[in-house]
């Protein structure tokens, strides 16, 4: 199967799942949160965050593991996969203890942390237990996704790993409703992952008989992986970055502000991460097929497919900003009430921020895929900015001081520095092509959003009374926006134009 195949395929079955995924979650948010409290969905929420801020300790060994597999899966080199393979499982082992150990102690301060909570400190010490269990098999025996990655054949663990976990929300649900137990809900959250992962286990064995699944990793191994460890010990310091800009938000409310306002907070940012990770799932299998490219060193091929994704990500990230600007507020109203609404400035920031987190990723798939990550100072001056900017402007502004924080760490690090690195240290080529390209798309969206404001200054949005109304409300003002946008990268963009070009070759070939 041929790389753009395996990527459509990626793509259609991630999207199936996630989109599955999305509703079944719509449900079970608000059964929990009726069934449950805002409390204690809070403190879950925070408690995920704390495991997140643990698992620190792996910092970048997929990512870089995945970096090293795209030459040889290109080489058909088994030998050397299964000591890369070998070597994750070796390095993953002992993270995973680690990762124990440090969980193991913090419970010790939990009396303190928690001692302000309505949630009884053995019910908050069990569902810490069941997410910490659920890290760590992944540390133990799920690493081996990362060679499906790098294959291009991540949607047989999507398929997995989303059906089983679709299952588990769906019995919390009935666990709630018909039982109201909270232990058994807790105890779903640990049960489900030894499934996933005996069913992973068994798959990868059909798909790859000749992998080793426990090799022993000789000292002749480790050295011959020197590089790797080297590329492991950079990315982590990015993944520090990654984690400070997108899993100290709830730590910090929690801190500054009270558990229930990370339920709240974490009702705008789960939309918002379905919407991301939908977009994803679009993408799912790219980011190989862009290690591919990079293995074959066609500089002209390579920013012709660049300058194709990025006219697409500005299309998805401008429509999708548009349609939850004016739709969000009356979708949180009719899905759990006008108790759960937060202010509009929060909401254009959580916009703003998602519209980054869009545009960012052609840059971000380079960069992995040429595997530059030398600037390691860059995510340590990031997470200073956020950690900073966010903890002096939650106590003037309060959540959104939190997201301002966030914003300004991005715009100077992913959005300013990152380009200019991955043009000058990747493509080898001068920055100032980025930089004339990304404000040409920005100028484009600008313009359909002129165009789009004219045309619709006179009509109100109507508010909804359901979410039917609301969705032929969106309907009628996303098409319109859409349309226009979509007219506009027609005309002005040359990436754009490529894509659609390629897209309809694709059909006809389907055709023929």
């Excluded at 199967?1 to 599955?20: C, E, G, P």
């Excluded at 928690?114 to 269990?133: G, N, Q, Y």
């Excluded at 690493?143 to 929300?169: C, H, P, W």
């Excluded at 030398?374 to 502004?397: E, G």
Aim: glycine share 6%; charged share 15%; aromatic share 18%.
């Amino acid at each position: 199967m041929s790389r753009v195949a395996l990527t459509i395929k990626n793509a259609w079955i991630a999207l199936v799942f996630q989109l599955i995924y999305i509703v079944i979650q719509f449900f079970s948010r608000d059964i929990f949160l009726e069934k449950l409290g805002d409390s204690f969905i809070g403190t879950v929420e925070t408690l995920k965050s704390i495991l997140q801020f643990l698992n620190l300790s792996e910092l970048g060994i997929g990512a870089a593991v995945g970096f090293s597999l795209y030459k040889p899966l290109f080489d058909n080199n088994r030998d050397k996969i299964n000591e890369i393979i070998g070597y994750l499982g070796f390095l993953y082992k002992r993270i995973g203890f680690f990762v124990l150990t440090s969980a193991l102690l913090l419970m010790f301060f939990f009396p303190l942390i928690f001692k302000d909570t309505e949630i009884s400190l053995p019910i908050i010490i069990f569902l810490f237990i069941a997410l910490l269990v659920s890290n760590l098999i992944s540390y133990f025996f799920a690493y081996y996704m990362f060679l499906l990655e790098a294959d291009q054949k991540g949607y047989i663990n999507i398929t997995i790993n989303q059906s089983v976990f679709v299952l588990r929300l769906v019995l919390q649900c009935i666990v709630l409703i018909y039982l109201e137990n909270i232990q058994l809900w807790i105890l779903l959250e640990l049960v489900t992952p030894f499934i996933y992962i005996f069913i992973l286990r068994k798959k990868i064995r059909q798909v790859y008989p000749w992998l080793i699944f426990n090799l022993k990793v000789t000292k002749e191994i480790r050295n011959n992986n020197k590089a790797l460890l080297k590329k492991i010990k950079q990315l982590s310091f990015h993944k520090l970055g990654t984690f400070v800009s997108n899993s100290t938000d709830n730590i910090i409310i929690f801190s500054f502000i009270n558990p229930s306002t990370v339920a709240f907070v974490g009702n705008y940012q789960m939309i918002m991460n379905n919407i991301n990770l939908l977009v994803g799932k679009l993408f799912e299998g790219t980011n190989a097929g862009v290690g591919n490219l990079v293995a074959e060193n066609d500089i002209k091929n390579m920013l012709k497919v660049f300058w194709e994704f990025m006219a697409l990500r500005f299309f998805i990230a401008g429509c999708s900003s548009i349609l939850l600007f004016i739709g969000f507020d009356s979708l949180i109203s009719l899905w759990l009430g006008d108790k759960y609404l937060l202010s509009q400035t929060v909401l254009l920031a959580l916009i703003i921020i998602f519209f980054m987190l869009q545009v960012r990723q052609p840059i971000d798939s380079f960069k992995q895929a040429y595997g530059l990550y030398d600037d390691i100072w860059s995510p340590v001056i990031q997470s200073i900015i956020n950690l900073l900017f966010s903890i002096v402007f939650v106590i003037k502004y309060g959540v959104l001081g939190v997201f301002l924080g966030t914003m300004i760490s991005q715009f100077i690090i992913v959005m300013l520095w990152r380009p200019y690195y991955v043009f000058k240290y990747g493509f080898q080529i001068n920055h100032w092509i980025y930089w004339k390209g990304f404000g040409f798309h920005l100028v484009l969206f600008a313009i359909t959003y002129l165009l789009y404001h004219l045309l619709t200054q006179n009509y109100n949005f109507e508010s909804s009374t359901n979410l039917i109304t609301l969705f032929v409300n969106l309907l009628k003002f996303g098409v319109l926006f859409i349309s226009i946008y979509f007219a506009v990268l027609s005309l002005f963009s040359r990436g754009f134009r490529e894509l659609l070009n390629r897209v309809v070759q694709l059909i006809r070939n389907k055709i023929q």
